[in-house]
């Protein structure tokens, strides 16, 4: 049972710091480089666009991307299970 709840535990954080750099990182190339405030994309600024709007379909990338993989390690986790208790 640890090792599985390790498991996740890495995965969450892998999937945590993927969010940090992507979404988290995003104020701060907008602090960085302020000649991007002015950049305008389908008559709506940037950032806007991108905090708005893009943000969430990769929050449900990330999403998938956690729930499947901590499913995987749950069936392989099952599996060893039922092949000690044979």
């Known amino acids: 049972m640890r090792?599985?709840?390790?498991?996740?535990?890495?995965?969450a954080l892998r999937i945590?710091?993927?969010?940090?750099?992507?979404v988290g990182s995003l104020p701060l190339v907008f602090h960085l480089?302020?000649?991007?405030?002015g950049v305008r994309l389908l008559g709506m600024p940037l950032?806007?666009?991108l905090l708005g709007f893009l943000v969430y379909p990769w929050l449900l990338?990330?999403?998938f991307a956690?729930?499947?993989r901590?499913?995987?390690?749950?069936?392989?986790?099952?599996?060893?299970?039922?092949?000690?208790e044979r």
Not at 33 to 37: D, G, H, Q, R, T
Request: charged content about 30%.
């Open 70 to 84: 901590a499913e995987d390690y749950e069936r392989d986790f099952a599996d060893l299970v039922e092949e000690v």
């Open 66 to 68: 956690y729930v499947r």
């Open 61 to 63: 990338v990330l999403g």
């Open 16 to 22: 945590l710091l993927v969010l940090m750099l992507s």
């Open 3 to 11: 090792s599985l709840l390790r498991d996740q535990l890495r995965l």
């Open 47 to 49: 950032s806007w666009l």
């Open 33 to 37: 480089f302020p000649e991007l405030a």
